[in-house]
């Protein structure tokens, strides 16, 4: 594997544009109020990714919590900001061997249905010239026995495994070209709850046998807390919490964090009636002014509308984006 890198995430936003087409266009000059739409799928993020953490991304669907993994991949470009991987500007270029790898959240997708499995696994080392061709079955075989997959298997298609051997394969081809950093997306979130203890389990035994850091990005709290060293709350395009694990689950900050953890079942609350957060999350083609969050959030008041919150330190190594951290009021 690479050596310990460490990923920084400075400032990065990212929009959409869907341009007029030629009738919109016309209908524009001609006075229509049609105007281009631009969908604010990350705003102003911030934050890094040491060596050997685990860093979990969580936010209810629509966040940007995906988009952002893309961005960090290289998959998309930032529209502002910059993302570092031991300081260098991440790119993926064929010319060198990729030390960031993702990893998705539907494998079957992923995967193309025409390939074996074992080509699958070895096309990429091929493709970077760290494996010869004849040594990728041997290659693939020893990833399969990483991930806990028979080796035997190699021959087959996507669609002759399970879910969660599935999940393997995708596992086994992201580690193929020996990255230091894995972004997984949502990687269990379609696999059975079992299966899902199944797979968390090898992504713990693949960092502590192989030093690997994991940026985490799921929408599950309850999934998060039994995996990641430090975590990171996104709403609406933002970071609007982050703090270390056990702190940030003891005594969370703002009012969207503190409702996501009142909604995570737990043994000892099994007789509580459970409500989602109240209202839908809006459009990030039109996001509410100030701090994003206060059309749902129940402490909202007039200058959370107006004023976007700053997301200040409010304890070592925590940070929050809520007015009522800095001495006044919503």
């Known amino acids: 594997m690479n050596a310990g890198l460490t990923l920084e995430i400075r400032n990065v936003s990212k929009r959409f544009v869907k341009r007029l087409d030629v009738v919109e266009r016309l209908a524009a000059a001609l006075g229509s109020a049609v105007r281009e739409q631009v969908v604010h799928a990350v705003d102003r993020v911030s934050f890094e990714v040491h060596a050997g953490e685990v860093v979990g991304l969580v936010g209810e669907s629509g966040c940007g919590k995906s988009t952002l993994g893309r961005v960090v991949c290289g998959l998309y470009a930032p529209t502002e900001g910059e993302v570092l991987l031991g300081g260098e ?85 992201a580690l193929a070209v020996k990255p230091s950093l894995l972004v997984c997306d949502e990687a269990v979130a379609a696999l059975d709850v079992s299966i899902q203890a199944q797979v968390l389990n090898l992504f713990m035994s693949l960092r502590q046998r192989l030093g690997l850091t994991y940026l985490f990005i799921s929408h599950d709290l309850g999934v998060v807390r039994h995996l990641a060293d430090r975590v990171v709350i996104m709403y609406l395009g933002r970071v609007v919490e982050s703090g270390p694990n056990d702190a940030l689950y003891a005594a969370p900050n703002h009012p969207y964090t503190q409702a996501l953890l009142a909604e995570v079942p737990r043994l000892d609350r099994r007789q509580r009636h459970y409500l989602p957060i109240r209202g839908e999350i809006p459009s990030p083609l039109a996001p509410p002014s100030g701090c994003h969050f206060h059309p749902r959030c129940p402490q ?31």
């Open 89 to 173: 500007p991440v790119r993926l270029r064929a010319d060198r061997k990729p030390a960031l790898q993702m990893i998705f959240q539907d494998p079957f997708a992923s995967l193309n249905p025409r390939m074996r499995v074992g080509d699958a696994i070895a096309e990429a080392p091929i493709a970077h010239g760290l494996v010869k061709r004849a040594a990728a079955p041997d290659h693939v075989a020893e990833l399969m026995q990483q991930v806990g997959l028979d080796p035997s298997f190699a021959r087959r298609y996507p669609h002759q495994f399970s879910g969660g051997q599935r999940a393997r394969i995708g596992i086994a081809r």
């Open 300 to 330: 909202a008041g007039a200058r959370c509308r107006v004023e976007q919150p700053a997301l200040l330190e409010i304890a070592p190594g925590r940070r929050s984006a809520c007015h009522l951290n800095d001495g006044g009021t919503a």
